[in-house]
């Protein structure tokens, strides 16, 4: 039986930012990409931040780390941090024919997961939205298209399932997973959401935007779409995060963004304008879990 959401109340963490996203929470802090800035960045429960890392300077780049710690950061190329500190390319992915990647999730297995063809404009044809697949072995395949601007990834604890985010089509959709790692049995998981980034929790719910754009709603969705709890925000989310001690911290990184008829001048006053981008914090009602 369906109820009114629980409504939860936001705290900020951190402020001044330019936009925050690709959140994870990692060794005891969250990080995530600083875009306009070109940085990564680290952030404790008491709100004290450290750049840690490089990433693109521009927009619409995401990290996650490898079983054995090595960070990756997306963009025009799938990036890989090595003990000495050098980024060097982690594999080769031009002949997904994509000019650049944006989320990232790494699974237990050690599947990587990224996602590109966000250009794309509602109404003009098949969505050229794509997610690829690298393998342990370093083998690079495409393995589902058709995706409606990509945008966060998230796996199920047992490995058996991917979520991701479409955008444009307002919908969470699932993928189930193989033993080798393809994607098959597409299904919506939730529609009429405004998802972006995105995280599971311990109920097997997953904490996404919902309602359309400019509700600034982050939600807390079971697969069929119901909303369990929500937050009432100001901005506009553009990621979710679980972590903390007991990973019950809700972290929402949100900022002023606005939809106009130029993108150039949108970046243009997101990098350059007043920094509003922020971190919230809210108290969950069940734990992280899966991945990121």
Sequence with gaps: MSHEPEVLEAQPLVTGLVIGESPRWHEGRLWFAHWGTGEIVAVDLEGNREVVGEGPAGLGWSIDWLPDGRLLVTGEALMRRDPDGS?????????LGVAGFNEIVV???????????????????????????????GSVRRVADGIAFPNGMAVTPDNSTLIVAESFATRLTAFEIADDGDLSNRRAWADTVGPDGICIDADGAVWTGVGGFGENLVGRVRDG????????????CF????????????????????????????????????????VLTARAPAARAGWP
Aim: aromatic share 4%; glycine share 16%; with cysteine.
């Design 225 to 236: 779409g119901e909303v369990l709890e929500q937050v009432r925000l100001t901005m506009p």
């Design 107 to 137: 699974d237990g297995r050690g599947n990587i997961y990224v996602n590109g063809g966000a250009d794309f404009e509602p109404g003009a044809g098949e969505a050229p939205g794509i997610i690829a697949l690298i393998t342990p072995d």
């Design 239 to 278: 990621a979710c995060m679980l972590g903390g001690d007991d990973g019950k911290t809700l972290f929402m990184l949100v900022a002023d963004w606005r939809i106009g008829d130029s993108p150039n001048e949108n970046m243009t006053r997101l990098t350059t304008g007043p920094r509003t981008g922020q």
């Design 87 to 95: 980024m060097v390319p982690h594999a080769d992915l031009s002949s």
